[in-house]
C-alpha cells in the first residue's frame, strides 16, 4: 500500500460527504492525486494502485461461533461474506 495512504489513515484529516478526505491528504503530500477506482460490487472508491482488493460485507447484529480455540472457551463473531476480490494484471516486479 502507498505509505502516504497508511499516514493519512492514522491521521486527524476532516471527512467530506464522500470520505475521501485521505485519498485527497495523501495527494497533496504526493504532489499528483491519488489514481481511484469503483469497487466491482460498490459504489466505494479504492487506489487503483492496489494490489489486492477484497470487498466484504458484514451483516449487523448477527454473531456466529468462531469455534474452539484451545483452552479458551468459544467466542462469536460476525459472519463474513465475500463476494468479490480484484487484484492488479501486472504488479510492478521486484528487482533482485
Known sequence: MDPLLTLASGCAVPVDA?????????????GTATRLVKCETNDLLVPADAEWVIEGEIPPHVRIPEGPMGKRAASTVPPRRVPAQSHRDHPPQKSH
Do not use: C, D
Open 18 to 30: 464522500e470520505g475521501n478526505m485521505e485519498y485527497e491528504a495523501a495527494g497533496t503530500w504526493r
